[in-house]
């Protein structure tokens, strides 16, 4: 009987040994693949994530660029041009009521905040502009270029003359101004010449 006991006590020891190995080996495998994945389920890092741009790193829109203004340049009539001289130009011309800018340049110069008036001979209806204008630098340098394809008139200073559709019209810079006059009566500068005088000296 004791050697029956002794072979029992042998097997209970053999068994306890091999369920020890078993979950040593079950516990070693647990910690290889990692504690807590799911199957299928990788911990594997996917790499630093992109940073957002800051608003210190996001560029400004650029400025806007500042528009010029030209000033505006509102004077009476008789300052442009006088009763007295109109008559000594010609005494048939008078203030033309229902006058509105008829030459481009004249147009362009009450659009720029000029002045622009007109006179209107009585007896054959043909009506004289006269214009004046302060432009900015930009407009004044742009109205240069368009005047040069005139006539060079030296005796007005910066002065040009042009017929054009009809119209003669004299253009001249002076001090920072822009002076129009012009006529379908206008053929040649002479023509000219003496309106444009009186305008520089009063305007």
Sequence with gaps: MTGGTGNQRSIRMLAGRSILVVGLVAALAGCGAGAGAEPGESLEPTGPATPHPTAAETPEPPAPEPTETPAA????????LSADQLYEYNSNYG???????????????AALGGTAC???NQTSGAVVEVAAATPTASQLEALRADAATGTAV????????????GIGTAQVFDDGRWI????????????ANALVKDVLAGA
């Design 95 to 109: 203030v033309d009521p229902e006058y509105a800018p008829i030459s481009p340049e004249a147009a362009q110069a």
């Design 180 to 191: 129009v006059v012009s006529s379908g009566d206008f053929l040649e500068p002479a023509d």
């Design 118 to 120: 007109g006179w209107s």
């Design 73 to 80: 340049y509102a004077v009476d009539c008789d300052a442009l």
């Design 154 to 165: 030296p005796e007005w200073g910066e002065g040009t003359f042009a017929v054009v559709d």
